[in-house]
């Protein structure tokens, strides 16, 4: 992949997006910074091309995000298939969640990341 991390045009995005995290993404996030799972480093609202991404551990090529309701329309469905497929290509693996997963099961969200994580290259 050519420099395709975080591209300057996209920067004043992802920075209003890191300060108006949703609910969800805040609860997340205070589970994934600084190392607290596994000593894994997650960015939060990294982008890669011209998607941004929800989190990010790029030693892992890990993406997690959170779907809240406009991800289950026609539409979203088909915009996070051709975003994960576009990934995909890089090496890089899309984990997605319900956002409302984080406030019913948190531990299991927390589970499957730690899985992927280990069955990372």
């Known amino acids: 992949m050519t420099t395709l991390n975080n591209l300057?045009?996209?920067k004043d995005e992802r920075k209003t997006l890191r300060n108006n995290l949703t609910p969800a993404e805040a609860k997340?996030?205070?589970?994934?910074?600084?190392g607290q799972l596994n000593g894994?480093?997650?960015?939060r609202q990294h982008s890669i091309n011209e998607f941004i991404l929800?989190?990010?551990?790029?030693?892992?090529?890990?993406?997690v995000e959170l779907d809240g309701a406009?991800?289950?329309?026609?539409a979203g469905n088909l915009h996070d298939a051709t975003r994960t497929e576009l990934l995909a290509q890089h090496g890089i693996h899309v984990l997605?969640?319900?956002?409302?997963?984080?406030?019913?099961?948190?531990?299991?969200?927390?589970?499957?990341i730690d899985l992927a994580l280990a069955e990372s290259k």
């Open 8 to 10: 300057p045009h996209k």
């Open 96 to 112: 997605r969640f319900e956002n409302k997963l984080i406030w019913s099961d948190l531990a299991s969200v927390l589970h499957a």
């Open 70 to 74: 406009g991800h289950f329309t026609s």
């Open 28 to 34: 997340l996030w205070s589970q994934l910074k600084n």
């Open 54 to 63: 929800d989190f990010y551990c790029p030693e892992k090529k890990l993406v």
């Open 40 to 43: 894994f480093k997650f960015r």
